[in-house]
């Protein structure tokens, strides 16, 4: 029974760094609104930090296999009449629990999505692609006439550019399919 409580002792201590890890999600997300905000050039920065989010999705994916992984095989061995290689069955444990892990997007976790759709917020308030009109906008300066359009084609949920665009019936607003499919899936009811 000692050895089971050096193991939740470690729990607690890996609950620490959940923890921690948590707080890490949330200042990136703060950073990245105020580089947003801010106005200037960011899309390095906001690539960035869309980088250090999936870095701290890994992270946190990590430790609860590993959680997981150690929950089951203390629970295994408290059943068991046998003895258990603890080391050996964690290992074991913690492949299938990353196997499985390894097929979800980082892309789709909630703080994430919780990122890419806080910056889209800021940077397109009213939601729109940001395009310039194809007609030729003059000025007081009849000779210069703006003939060019930028148009966003990343997906405001995954980040990327988009490989099967498309648009929403009621507000216009563009996604890649298999980004807007998995953030309904993911948010279920609370998907807008």
Request: proline residues 3%.
């Amino acid at each position: 029974m000692a050895q089971f409580a050096v193991i939740e002792q470690a729990k607690k201590s890996l609950k620490t760094v959940q923890d921690y890890i948590k707080v890490g999600m949330e200042t990136t997300i703060d950073v990245a609104q105020d580089i947003a905000e801010s106005k200037i050039e960011s899309e390095k920065e906001i690539d960035t930090l869309k980088s250090v989010m999936q870095d701290y999705v890994q992270m946190e994916r990590d430790l609860e296999d590993f959680m997981n992984s150690v929950e089951d095989v203390t629970n295994q061995a408290a059943q068991s009449q046998e003895a258990i290689d603890l080391e050996e069955s964690v290992e074991k444990r913690l492949q299938d629990y990353k196997n499985r892990s390894r097929k979800l997007p980082l892309e789709g976790h909630e703080k994430f999505l919780d990122l890419t759709e806080k910056i889209a917020g800021i940077l397109n308030p009213d939601g729109e692609v940001n395009c310039i009109p194809q007609t030729p906008v003059c000025g007081g300066d009849e000779e210069m006439v703006l003939t060019q359009s930028d148009v966003n084609t990343r997906c405001p949920y995954t980040g990327k550019d988009m490989v099967n665009p498309v648009t929403n019936k009621h507000c216009k607003h563009n996604y890649d399919r298999d980004g807007i499919y998995y953030y309904i899936k993911i948010k279920k009811n609370k998907a807008k």
